[in-house]
Each structure stands twice: as structure tokens, then as C-alpha cells.
């Protein structure tokens, strides 16, 4: 298998615009997780599903964050609009079930917001 | 609140020697805890996964310690070398339900000098 795969691998975009990242997980695993990563406030879980369904949201940040996952093999993160303080890192992992297990993280998506 | 916070924050070490990672938590009511590396720029692998039940894990020239009671676990590196370079960070579910929502230390930054 391939592992995770994110796209894009860097994205730069200007305040205001919409951002779409992406996330295939790795075929078979039933839970799919999006993580931010920042120097200040280090690797943040945003929402997590498992089996396609969101599980918990509770990371995500404000209302111009959401995220969808139409099929056990596509997920979407979307920032409408991005503003400056969403640079980051944003990473998709993905594990076999819903806990207990390791998490196979994707190499992720570099973000900057002008 | 599960709070989980890595010492040293950084460490630089001559290659060959043997050196310790901290990793300590705030609940120990936990399921199980991982380590991770993250090298420059990646995602972040899967070093060790240790069950509650557990008291260590070895992989090769890795071996990982967990004490519950005092809320504790190390990451012990053998014989360094410098493709050891990279940030450790340990992790810890979040308490409660089927839930694998991990809670991430700030990392400890190792540098092994050739």
C-alpha cells in the first residue's frame, strides 16, 4: 500500500480564498483523522471519523473550518475563508479501527495563508 | 484534562551513546501510549505502541518503558546513530468511550552528531 496520501504538498494561497486539502487513507482502515501542527501549539487533532461518519469535532476551530468524508477512501478538509493564523501543517492519519490502534500518518500539507 | 509534556525539549549527542527520552502525563487512567518521530518536513511514523497492560516494548535499538502509577514513560535509544536525528513525540488517548483521539507532548528534538 501506498500509505496516506495528502494533496496538495504545499499550498499558498491569500486571505480570503477557499482551501481544499485532501486525504486518501489507507485502504481497510476504518478511521480517518485530521490533525493541525503549529511551532506554538504543537499536533491538534480537528475531527475525526470513523466509518465515514464525523465522531468528534470538537477540535475544529471556528465555522470556517469543515471537513467531509463521502466514501471510505476520500476526505476533504476546507477552510472558506482562510485567513493568515490557519498556516500550519495539516496532516490526515488513518488506523485499522476506533482506538487501541496506531495511527499511519500522511506526510502532510503545508499551508500559507498571505 | 490530559496534559502530556516531553523533557528535554531538545537534546545533541555524540553518535554511539545511549540516551533517554521523558514523556509523563497528567492522567494515567490511559489505554495505551505511542511514540512517534516525525523527521524534517514528514509526517510522523509509528515507533511504539504500549498497552496499559504493559510495562515495555522493544523494536531493534528502541525500547519503551511505561509506568502508569507515576504517570511516566520513557523512550530508551541504544548505541545513537545519526539517522536518529528527528523529533520524538509520545501520545496518549483521550479518556472515555471507543475513542482514538490522541493527545500529543511539544516533542523532544534529537540531534546525534556524526
Known amino acids: 500500500d501506498a500509505g496516506v496520501i495528502q494533496s496538495p504538498r504545499h499550498e499558498v494561497t491569500e486571505m480570503g480564498q477557499e482551501v481544499t486539502l485532501r486525504c486518501k487513507p489507507i485502504?481497510?482502515?476504518?478511521?480517518l483523522f485530521w490533525y493541525r501542527q503549529t511551532m506554538m501549539r504543537g499536533l491538534e487533532l480537528l475531527i475525526y471519523?470513523?466509518?465515514?461518519?464525523?465522531?468528534?469535532d470538537s477540535g475544529m476551530p471556528e465555522d470556517r473550518f469543515s471537513a467531509k468524508m463521502p466514501n471510505a477512501s476520500f476526505s476533504t478538509l476546507k477552510i472558506q475563508p482562510s485567513e493568515p493564523r490557519d498556516s500550519a501543517v495539516y496532516f490526515c492519519?488513518?488506523?485499522?479501527?476506533?482506538?487501541?490502534?496506531?495511527?499511519?500518518f500522511g506526510p502532510g500539507t503545508r499551508l500559507l495563508v498571505l | 484534562k490530559q496534559e502530556v509534556t516531553q523533557i528535554p525539549a531538545a537534546l545533541s549527542v555524540p553518535e554511539g551513546e545511549n540516551l533517554v527520552l521523558n514523556c509523563s502525563f497528567t492522567?494515567?487512567?490511559?489505554?495505551?501510549l505511542q511514540w512517534f518521530r516525525q523527521d524534517p518536513g514528514k509526517g510522523l511514523t509509528s515507533l511504539l505502541l504500549?498497552?496499559?497492560?504493559?510495562r515495555e516494548q522493544t523494536s531493534g535499538r528502541l525500547n519503551a518503558s511505561l509506568d502508569k502509577s507515576s504517570g511516566r514513560s520513557t523512550l530508551y535509544i541504544a548505541a545513537s546513530q545519526p539517522g536518529d536525528s528527528a523529533t520524538y513525540l509520545c501520545?496518549?488517548?483521550?479518556?472515555?468511550?471507543?475513542?482514538?483521539?490522541?493527545?500529543f507532548g511539544t516533542g523532544t528534538l534529537l540531534a546525534v552528531q556524526p
Open positions: 492519519a488513518s488506523s485499522p479501527g476506533t482506538y487501541q490502534e496506531t495511527q499511519y
Open positions: 485502504s481497510g482502515h476504518n478511521s
Open positions: 471519523f470513523n466509518n465515514n461518519v464525523p465522531i468528534d
Open positions: 492522567d494515567s487512567a490511559i489505554y495505551n
Open positions: 504500549i498497552q496499559s497492560s504493559q
Open positions: 501520545a496518549v488517548p483521550l479518556k472515555g468511550g471507543a475513542t482514538n483521539k490522541l493527545i
